[in-house]
Every structure is written in C-alpha cells, then in structure tokens.
C-alpha cells in the first residue's frame, strides 16, 4: 500500500477513531523517546542505539496519522474537539521529549569527540622521541601526530 493509500485510508475513518490511532502512534513515539534518553543518561549507547530502527518507525508512523490528522482538522474539531485538545497536548509532550532527546544525544556526541580526540592525543605523545638536543632542550614537534585507532567491540 503506498504512502498515498495509507492516508487516504486514514482520513476516512470516524474522527474519534483518528485521533486514538494519532494518540497511540504519538504516546508510543514519545516513549520509544524516553526509553533512548533514559539510556544515554545511563551512558548505556548500545542500548539507546538498539532503539534507533524502532523509533524511526514510530516516527513514520506518527507522521502519517499526524499529516491525516491535519488533512481532516476542521473535520476532527467539529466532531471531536475534545480528542484534539487531547492530540495538541501530546504533541506539546512530543516536542518537549524530543528538545531533552536531542540535547542527551548532542552531549553524548560531543562526549565521544573528546574522548576520541585524548585517545588519539595520547596515541600521539607517545611517538614524540624522548631524547635531547645539544643544549639539552627537549625537541617539539610542529604538529601533533594522530593515528588511527581501532576498537575491538567482540566484548
């Protein structure tokens, strides 16, 4: 069934039925969302990351029924104004979950960078000879030398 099919599909249904398929789809994004941040809080990555195939289905899925949701708007807050009053206040949750989400994972982000980045410091210093020159002065290097790193992930 293409994209197309599927929201046609969708804007057909009663309204109250739209809006609990836009309230399930939304609750389930929010905690896949949860779950992922709670994880890199941990420092626990490949579980967070375990996640990933799983939450970018739930967004599919969340922005399908949402764009149906939209397509029907005046439709849904004629007929069930109350479930989205419900949906908008979600999606205010939706939003606030995934602002906390991105900020774990640019902290994360920036947390490897310079972990990556000491380790192959450290890799680097070792290379600097250790000897002295004729005025006893210790040679400098002009650049730092960075290697390449490998990391065994069997364990």
């Given amino acids: 069934m293409s ?14 039925t739209l809006c609990e398929r836009a309230e399930s789809a939304l609750n389930s ?14 420092g626990h990555i490949r579980e967070a990351g375990a996640l990933t195939a799983e939450k970018a289905q739930l967004a599919q899925d969340y922005v399908t029924v949402a764009r149906a949701v939209q397509r029907s708007a005046e439709r ?31 902290t994360a982000k920036s947390v490897s960078e310079t972990i990556l980045l000491d380790v192959a ?12 020159d004729a005025l006893g002065n210790s040679p400098q290097q002009a650049t730092p030398v960075f290697k390449g790193i490998s990391v065994n992930r069997a364990s």
């Fill in 3 to 16: 994209a197309a099919d599927r929201l046609e599909t969708l804007e057909t249904l009663d309204a109250v």
């Fill in 29 to 42: 994004l929010v905690d896949v969302m949860a779950r992922e941040t709670m994880h890199l809080h941990a």
């Fill in 76 to 106: 849904l807050k004629n007929e069930a104004p109350e479930r989205v009053e419900i949906l908008r206040r979600g999606h205010e949750a939706l939003a606030t979950q995934m602002a906390e989400n991105l900020k774990v994972l640019a």
């Fill in 121 to 132: 410091r450290q890799c680097g210093r070792d290379e600097v000879p250790k000897v002295y």
